[in-house]
């Protein structure tokens, strides 16, 4: 394929998708028009947005405090400012982040170790594990370590 063709793709009678059958010229491809936002997109949450209950913490047992502490908290982030961090950064308006936040500060559930400690910073990524098959020869070996070690060193989880 050329940089004047592309793949084509349409569906039968049946609704199936079928390849169309020769290239087609990128010139006449149709373009479709992108369907409206049925509502205006609500402004991203911030954690100064929502309403937090420092009193939440009481439900920490010292391990848990420890571990946040060790492990996720940012500097000068309290419990309740990594929760609200948190939530904000995968909430869709600033009821949903209240939602998420009080889930979580009130123990109903605990994020994974990479959303805890990425989410709502430019840092890493919030997948807690990367599933990759390694090839049987050397080369894949090689291959599949060096995909490992780029996705570690971006906070990504490793199952191979």
């Known amino acids: 394929m050329n940089a004047m063709t592309s793949l084509a793709f349409d569906f039968d009678r049946h609704g199936h998708l079928v390849p169309v059958t020769g290239p ?13 936002i049925p509502f ?4 991203k949450p911030v954690p100064a947005d929502l309403v937090l209950d420092r009193g939440r913490d009481a439900l920490l047992t010292d391990f848990g405090k420890a571990t946040l502490r060790d492990r996720y908290l ?25 939602r998420i936040y009080d889930a979580i500060s009130r123990l109903w559930f605990m994020p994974a170790t990479p959303i805890l400690s990425n989410g709502g910073t430019s840092r890493g990524l919030p997948i807690s594990c990367f599933l990759n098959a390694v090839p049987d020869s050397l080369d894949g070996i090689v291959r599949t370590w060096n995909e490992n070690v780029a996705l ?5 989880g490793i199952g191979t």
């Open 40 to 43: 205006p997109l609500a402004p």
């Open 74 to 98: 940012m500097p000068g982030e309290s419990y309740q400012d990594l929760f609200a961090r948190v939530a904000c950064a995968y909430a869709d308006d600033r009821p949903h982040a209240q």
């Open 24 to 36: 087609v010229p990128l010139e006449s491809a149709p373009r479709r028009p992108q369907a409206p």
């Open 152 to 156: 570690a060193s971006n906070g990504g």
